[in-house]
């Protein structure tokens, strides 16, 4: 109990129950990030109290609403006051006390928990409101912009109305008051720097931010007394389907997504069983504005109660940050901040439910063979944020692999890893890939070269995280994936059926090539997969591919394998003259690094040095010219 103090014949004077001393700085200065959260707040314990005595007048006609029942947000700049009513249920002066006095007692969990051992009749609807929240902390965040707070309210179905009052720095007064109907008036004495909660337009910003969908209309008064509807009231995804139109579901698409184009997917449903919860979520039907590389966190919107508590929830994983929507759930505990409801269980299933309603859609709808176009416009819009699932997401990989086309050295079009594998050749081990900056240009590269002569299919990967992800995926249908650049030894065993030829011998190029260049490569070898370049490199069998080791290179990290394989085409001119010069005891120690920095060119490198490899290639050029003359 508080220790009580009579100030004169009408006032009570209460210290706070100690527990609220010790939160009451802690609420103001650590536990909300956003300030304006104390009118979602109030406004939140509002809406529970017009539901309260909603529901009560059911069984007592004497408690029912009036017809014009709102919240109403009232500022006054004059006095510098923001008054909040409503026309709920109300409360006495034990509930005053009990309430606002303490944190271990709430009125509305008290209710809940009522509500909770009351089932209702067998074949009956259940009319049991819900209710948004404990009254009690959510309320003392009302001092993190008011330095003093009185609370007034009449009981419905009472007479009597009592005025609760604090400054919030350990004690609060209770004294009677006059009010004219049941329900409470709450105003807030703002401090000096939260002025710009007595702008109307403020207010209107921030009710349509965190409360728009509350059933109870929501009004501010404006400077001339004229009250505005400040909410719509209306949770559209707590709704059924055939309620909602085509039109109403684009218009809420584009106010979540804050998109103009039209929703490449709407996903509704209701979740029912031991976790219960309303999901709608879009997938957009372009890329928007802002790349989705920029903030990689999954921006759905959390809903409790219609109430909207945060968008940094993270429902969905990384991957699926494309898709906006809302998920609404009455099965979340509302208990001290409604900004730490991220590591509670009840959380946890809905992600996961989340996840596996999206990836079930998008399922579905890539098996669709007669509408795989349209399923080709999203992948081109977010193929790239999916494959960043198969990096980061080991537990959906296998469901992810799916979802992820191609092009391919033999297809026109896209391709799945599942056509692929029904095209290999009966002796290919693997399904072969190439990493490249551009697609295009990775069709002229050097190290297709002997994959085209043996009518091996290649996989062209051209997006940022191609690089990543192939290693983490591993197989696919018990076939591994493999760079081209670690498939030397594959190829051996795939003969080319035109390989008649007998392959020159090097031996000499190989060891001088070996000696010049042993800083920059780790192996010279000649190679019978190239065709009409001289030149290719390739990764040391230790390690990442090549491209993946340029974008460590580029980011300043060291990587395992050491120094790229050289491998020569024996049968080429250019190779063919080095050999005779080696023969006739030339020193090819300049030809030697030009020769290694073609090959870096022609996998999208730089030079080692750009300057005199530009000398060198123009000494080239000028020594061809005098010949030819």
Known sequence: MSETDTVNANVERHEFGAEVGRLLDLVVHALYSDREIFLRELVANAADATDRRRFEALTNEALALPADAKIRIAPDKEAKTLTISDSGVGMGKDDLAKNLGTIARSGTRAFSQALGEAKPAEGTEDSRPSLIGQFGVGFYSAFMVADRVTVTSRQAGTDEAW??????????????????????????????????????????????????????????????????????????????????????????????????????????????????????????????????????RSKVRLHVRRMFITDEAELLPNWLRFVAGVVDTDDLPLNVSREMLQSTPALQKIRR??????????????????????YLKFFENFGPVLKEGIYEDFERRAEIAPLLRFRSTTQDGWTTLGEYVSRMKPEQEAIYYLVADDAEAAKKSPQLEGFAARGVEVLLLADHVDAFWPEQLGKFEEKNLRSVTQASADLAKLKSEDETAETPQADKLVAA?????????????????????????????????????????????????????????????????????????????????????LARIQDGDTPRDPVSFARAVAAALASAEKTAG
Request: aromatic share 6%; net charge negative; glycine share 8%.
């Open 163 to 296: 005025r609760w009052a604090s400054d919030g720095q350990g004690s609060y007064t209770i004294e009677k008051a006059e009010r004219d109907q049941a329900g409470t008036d709450i105003v807030l004495h703002l401090k000096d720097d939260a002025g710009e909660y007595l702008e109307s337009y403020r207010l209107d910003h921030v009710v349509k931010k965190w409360a728009d969908n509350i059933a109870v209309p929501i009004a501010i008064v404006g400077e001339e007394g004229k009250e505005e509807a400040a909410n719509k009231g209306t949770a559209l995804w707590r709704k059924s389907k055939s309620e909602i139109t085509e039109e109403q579901y684009k218009e809420f698409y584009r106010t979540v997504s804050h998109n103009f184009d039209e929703p490449w997917a709407t996903l509704h449903w209701r979740a029912e069983g031991a976790l219960e919860f309303s999901g709608l979520l879009f997938v957009p039907g372009m890329k928007p504005f802002m790349p989705v590389e920029d903030d990689r």
């Open 353 to 374: 439910a989340v996840t596996t309603r999206v990836i079930n859609e998008l399922t579905s709808r890539s098996k669709n063979a007669e509408k795989q176009d349209e």
């Open 513 to 597: 090539l070996k000696l010049a260049l042993e800083k920059d490569v780790s192996e010279v070898r000649t190679t019978d997969r190239l065709v009409d370049s001289a030149v290719v490199l390739a990764s040391s069998g230790m390690g990442p591919d090549l491209q993946m080791q340029r974008l460590m290179r580029r980011a300043g990290r060291s990587f395992g394998g050491g120094n790229p394989v050289l491998e020569i085409n024996p049968r080429h001119p250019l190779i063919q003259a080095l050999s005779a010069k080696v023969e006739a005891g030339e020193d090819i120690t300049e030809p030697a690094g030009t020769l290694l920095d």
